[in-house]
Antibody, heavy 117, light 110 residues
């Protein structure tokens, strides 16, 4: 059974940093592209970043480019999101998601990031 | 990249059919068939219910169907059931090699 479990969320001050993790199980992690998608509570989904299955290429949404970095460690079956220079508008639930053929086919349960002083 | 446009809410009675539209542009829905739909219950993770416009993942009810015309995709739920009450999001791959979601539609089963 595919399982994605995020961790690392919490309360951080504006300008601070946080690293999210997503531990994968139930499938061959190194075969799939992975993503981060966020959702402000009560609002819609927003794509944040993507990484190739072998980690050789990444892409980030303009709103986080230069501040967030997606990465992965295939031997540990883990996806990461390093978030720096955090802003109030980054407050959201962050989901990791697997993609197959450009579709997000499995999602984690999410981890809440709150940016506030 | 602006969000895809969905109605904020739709409603229907049990047994009826409803359709949720999702309007994009020539940079996303208009040029790709990589349109997917997700169902999200309150406080839960999204779940894939349709991909590639109208394909259903294993285990998803055939009451869910999808279509596309030009830059607008649609999700139809037939034989509405109480358990269908949830938020629904569309998504599309884009020319910029990114992904865009709709703002979400809250489905109420009356």
């Amino acid at each position: 059974e595919v399982e994605l479990v995020e961790s690392g969320g919490g309360l951080v001050q504006p300008g601070g940093s946080l690293r999210l993790s997503c531990e994968a199980s139930g499938f061959t992690f190194s075969d799939f592209w992975m993503h981060w998608v966020r959702q402000v509570p009560g609002k819609g989904l927003v794509w944040v970043a993507r990484i190739f299955s072998d980690g050789t290429d990444t892409s980030h949404a303009d709103s986080v480019k230069g501040r967030f970095t997606i990465s992965r460690h295939n031997a540990k079956n883990t996806l990461y999101l390093q978030m720096n220079s955090l802003r109030a508008e980054d407050t959201a639930v962050y989901y990791c998601a697997r993609s197959r053929d450009l579709t997000f086919d499995f999602w984690g349960q999410g981890t809440l990031v709150t940016v506030s002083s | 990249q602006s969000a895809l446009t969905q109605p904020a809410s739709v409603s229907g009675s049990p047994g009826q059919s409803i359709t949720i539209s999702c309007t994009g542009t020539s940079s996303d829905i208009g040029v790709y068939n990589y349109v997917s739909w997700y169902q999200q219950y309150s406080g839960k993770a999204p779940k894939l219910i349709l991909y590639d416009v109208g394909a259903r993942p294993s285990g998803v009810s055939d009451r869910f169907s999808g279509s596309k015309s030009g830059s607008t995709a649609s999700l139809t739920i037939s034989g509405l059931q109480a358990e269908d009450e949830a938020d629904y999001y569309c998504s599309s791959y884009t020319r910029s090699s990114t992904w865009v979601f709709g703002g979400g539609t809250k489905l109420t089963v009356l």
